[in-house]
């Protein structure tokens, strides 16, 4: 059973009370999709392709509205939201898509620079945080580069400077890593740790059992478009507490203990 | 505040080069329209305040000077009661024979000729002062006087203009009409290109403003591209019509000399078309964003 969902929780970034969602007239995608999540959590998200993970980061990056249920995001009710309400709250939410969505004719500067941008960010401050960042990931050499000049992986590590410039409250990776090894894939959790350690909550949706396995985080799954948080019968079921393959920290740890 | 910098990749797409021509070939147009426009006016203008104003009357000589005068006199009389009249000169004997000088010859010894006497009068333009009751009122006293009303045939050709004025504007609406349509589909389509991009942007908290700003921009840009381009194309066209104007001795028209007020009026128009561009194409973006998601 879901755990409830507290009525009174100010606190919560993301809240979501049966919600369900179909694409026209088709089966609904989601089903009964309850949970949230206060600041400074992180959360795997996992299922089979076609589970609807990518369907449930859509309304959770406010590009799809749900069909039925209510969605909070950062206390506010999303549904009642105005068009010109949405800028504000979206620039709060960084994503990483799955297919990186990088706008291909600007440099690898211009696309981290842009939540700055249109924010109406000073150009000076866009220049000092975007160089940072990208010399951080490991791109200083490719300021100017475009992204179909670069490697997948590169390229996923601007998608990944562009979802963090801002240092959003929430981030949403789809398959962060499913364009680059595991090595780089656990480098890329780490700048996600590091973002969480500083009081942002973290959504990740992936295949990679492997790394779900060495960080010690709380998992969800979706399961034919209902989502599953028992974590211990996650756990049992994926093997998730078993030495996987390239998995060094095997161990459960505090977090698949601890539900919310 | 406009920038520079574009988010989307317009200068890639086919538009950029299909856009400024169509504006070049509308500021050209609307440059004929407003130059014959102007040209008109002045013409009017003159007209007016030329012939316009003036009424001649014509009174037949009489058996003898007293006879001649006595006749003036009434006339005069009639003139000086009517309203409407604003001033009346008899022209003199020696103007008369002056003007008379080519049909008839040196005229020295011929002065007793019998001549009309001719009455210049003034016409108070806003006085609604009737030729031909003018006429009949002034022939009821004295037989045989006509008037000459220059105003007939003038006003017809006024009227004449006035419609090829009125046609000059529907021109210029047209032209404005046929840009906002151009702007309008060519930024329906630049949406519809961009889309991937545009949504990009709204997901990473993009204002619709912000992304109708970038379309607004580069309307403008091309607007003014094309605009400067289609004037530079209008000016040579104008000055040869001008030419040619002059060349076949069109007395009517007076001579198309560009004051500075008028050249600025011309350097207006694309600066006028690349703000209706970029206008639509903010507006067109605003509305069409709003119906996207």
Known sequence: ?260 | MLRRRSDLPMNEDTLGRFLPWLIAFMVFLSALALAGMLILNDAVKRWDTGLNATVSVQVPPGANAREDEQRLGQVLAVLAAKPGVERYETLSKDRLFDLLKPWIGDTGQAQDLPIPMLIDVTVDRDADLDAQSLAKELQARVPGVSVDDHRVWLSQLVRLVTVIQVLAWAVLGLIALATIGTVVFTTRTGLAIHREAIEVLHLIGAQDAYIARQFAARALGLGLKGGFLGLALAVPTLAGIGYLALETGATMVPKPDLGVLKAMGFLFLPVAVALLAMLTARSTVMRNLKRMS
Not at chain 1, 24 to 31: D, K, R, T
Not at chain 1, 60 to 77: D, E, H, K, V, W
Not at chain 1, 227 to 244: K, Q, Y
């Open chain 1, 1 to 260: 059973m879901p755990p409830k969902v507290r009525d009174s929780d100010p606190e919560s970034i993301v809240r979501f009370e049966n919600v369900g969602l179909r694409y026209g007239l088709g089966p609904e995608v989601l089903q009964d999709i309850t949970f949230a999540l206060g600041p400074s959590s992180f959360r795997f998200l996992l299922g089979e392709s076609g589970a609807g993970k990518s369907s449930l980061l859509k309304l959770l990056y406010m590009a799809l509205r749900p069909t039925r249920g209510q969605i909070s995001l950062f206390g506010r009710n999303v549904a009642s939201m105005s068009r010109s309400e949405l800028p504000r709250l979206r620039r709060r939410v960084g994503v990483v898509f799955q297919e990186f969505r990088l706008l291909d004719h600007l440099s690898a500067f211009d696309n981290v620079a842009l939540p700055m941008r249109v924010a109406g960010a000073r150009e000076s401050d866009v220049r000092r945080h975007v160089e940072e960042l990208l010399s951080w990931v490991g791109l200083k050499d490719h300021l100017n580069s475009r992204p179909p000049t670069l490697s997948g992986g590169q390229q996923q590590r601007i998608a990944i400077a562009r979802a963090v410039i801002t240092r959003p409250k929430l981030l949403l990776a789809d398959e962060p890593t499913g364009n680059v090894d595991d090595k780089m894939g656990l480098r890329l959790m780490h700048l996600f740790e590091e973002l969480n350690k500083l009081g942002t909550t973290v959504i990740v949706a992936t295949h990679n059992l492997g790394i779900v396995r060495q960080m010690a985080h709380p998992v969800m799954r979706l399961e034919n478009g209902r989502l599953n948080t028992d974590e211990a019968e996650i756990i049992s079921d994926l093997r998730l507490d078993e030495p996987g393959i390239g998995a060094g920290a095997a161990s459960a740890g505090p977090g698949f203990t601890r539900i919310h």
